[in-house]
């Protein structure tokens, strides 16, 4: 199951983080948030134990999503050793995303 990530947990859990880390900045009412929700379980699910993979809702925590800028939703992004190196915006398939994630682990 993917983590949750808030202002509160955000730089221990994710910036500070030993693991790579995949965040979904989302939002309930968002249509294209929801159809990529099952591929971030499903990621959850598969690199667990080697990545974090967890989602910031932006409604209920603005000083995360206001400070990396998110400007539209969904937009992933891929931490490691507390920098981004990688950001997608928008509905991504999965490939994709674990295309990106196994580069971010090497």
């Given amino acids: 199951m ?6 509160a947990n955000f730089e221990a859990d ?8 995949l965040v979904d900045f989302w939002a309930e009412w968002c249509g294209p948030c929801r159809m990529l929700g099952p591929t971030i379980e499903e990621l959850a699910k598969e690199y667990a134990g080697k990545v974090k993979v967890g989602k910031v809702n932006v409604d209920d925590n603005p000083g995360i999503a206001a400070k990396y800028g998110i400007r539209s939703i969904p937009t992933v992004m891929i931490f490691k050793g507390g920098q981004v190196v990688e950001q997608l915006v928008g ?3 999965k490939e994709s995303l674990k ?8």
């Fill in 14 to 21: 994710v910036l500070k983080s030993a693991a790579p880390v």
């Fill in 2 to 7: 993917a983590l949750t990530f808030t202002d």
């Fill in 91 to 93: 509905v991504q398939p």
């Fill in 99 to 106: 295309k990106r994630i196994d580069a971010a682990v090497v």
